[in-house]
Structures are given as structure tokens and as C-alpha cells.
């Protein structure tokens, strides 16, 4: 899974962010640009729900629906 995590003011991208795969231990931090790669195991069922934290914003819930 990748994606870009960005200021939803601004839109810039938010540099050292914990993206988080909810009810799991697998996580990762965004790069300087705010992309993150998260690897899922491909074992993996069900609806997914990420979490995104930073210090400064609002933790932001994104549940995943296996759709582009």
C-alpha cells in the first residue's frame, strides 16, 4: 500500500507521519515528501482501517475498501 499524506489546509505534504494498519503492530512514518509504503501481508481479509497521527494535526481514520 502507498499513498502521500498531505495538510488538508494546504495541501503540503507532511513529512514524519505514523501511518498505522489499525489492530496490527504494522506501521511506518512518511518520507520528507509524505509518502509512506505500508506492507500488507497478502494473507490479509477483511476491511482494513489505517491510521494517520502526527504531532500538531488531528489523528485521521481511514478505512480502506480494497479500491484504487
Known sequence: L???????????????ATVTDRGT???????EAGAFTLSLPAT???KRT???SNVGF???????????
Do not use: C, K, Q, Y
Open 2 to 16: 502507498t499513498g502521500t499524506v498531505r495538510s488538508a489546509d494546504s495541501l503540503s505534504p507532511i513529512a514524519g
Open 44 to 46: 490479509a481479509t477483511g
Open 25 to 31: 503492530t504494522l506501521s511506518t512514518r512518511t518520507n
Open 58 to 68: 488531528t489523528t485521521l481514520t481511514l478505512p480502506l475498501d480494497g479500491t484504487a
Open 50 to 52: 489505517l491510521i494517520i
